[in-house]
T-cell receptor
């Protein structure tokens, strides 16, 4: 069964601090891995997309890594801001066409002043 | 606004009633996806269209669910004989793809369904 597991489920950090969110997946065939940010009551917004051959990708203060051998990914947030408070969802694209997405349960991040 | 729009944003219905949601994708996006998200969980894939053709359907999509994209633009998702377990956020996303698997899906704000 295709699964995407994220940890921690929730995280509270102080503004300005860094944090790292984890994602493990068991998906076959793997196509690509995405990180999304979802604010409460809103649709998810794409942060990064990485294919099998990519190890790291950055988007501003967000840096995602991918280890396809261990089937693990991480999302590192640098110098957190209050607006970073949201759910961060790891999404793995399944299949040769890569159209079917399997979502993790998300990590709910709260940044406090 | 050129983003993905969904209507209505909220729907409250009684068990057994039929409901229909609409999604307007970003103009010229050829792919359109439907997802369901329950509280505290990540979205679950329901179905997707390439232009007007429905190419994939999840096993989550029971016989009471039907989706259409008649002209390859907007899409509707209908739930017949709603059940309390249907209560969820229904998300629509669209993308433009030339066949690559890394097309970015842009999500709408969702329709929150509450079945009483």
């Amino acid at each position: 069964k295709n699964q995407v597991e994220q940890s921690p489920q929730s995280l509270i950090i102080l503004e300005g601090k860094n944090c790292t969110l984890q994602c493990n997946y068991t998906v076959s065939p793997f196509s690509n891995l995405r990180w999304y940010k979802q604010d409460t009551g809103r649709g998810p917004v794409s942060l990064t997309i990485m294919t099998f051959s990519e190890n790291t990708k950055s988007n501003g203060r967000y840096t995602a890594t991918l280890d396809a051998d261990t089937k693990q990914s991480s999302l590192h947030i640098t110098a957190s801001q209050l607006s970073d408070s949201a759910s961060y969802i790891c999404v793995v694209s399944v299949g040769n066409a890569g159209n079917m997405l399997t979502f993790g349960g998300g990590t709910r991040l709260m940044v406090k002043p | 606004d050129t983003g993905v729009s969904q209507n209505p944003r909220h729907k409250i219905t009684k068990r057994g009633q039929n409901v229909t949601f609409r999604c307007d994708p970003i103009s010229e996006h050829n792919r359109l996806y439907w997802y369901r998200q329950t509280l505290g969980q990540g979205p679950e894939f329901l179905t997707y269209f390439q232009n007007e053709a429905q190419l994939e359907k999840s096993r989550l999509l029971s016989d009471r669910f039907s989706a259409e994209r008649p002209k390859g633009s907007f899409s509707t998702l209908e739930i017949q004989r709603t059940e309390q377990g249907d209560s969820a956020m229904y998300l629509c996303a669209s993308s433009f793809s030339r066949g690559a698997s890394t097309d970015t899906q842009y999500f709408g704000p969702g329709t929150r369904l509450t079945v009483l």
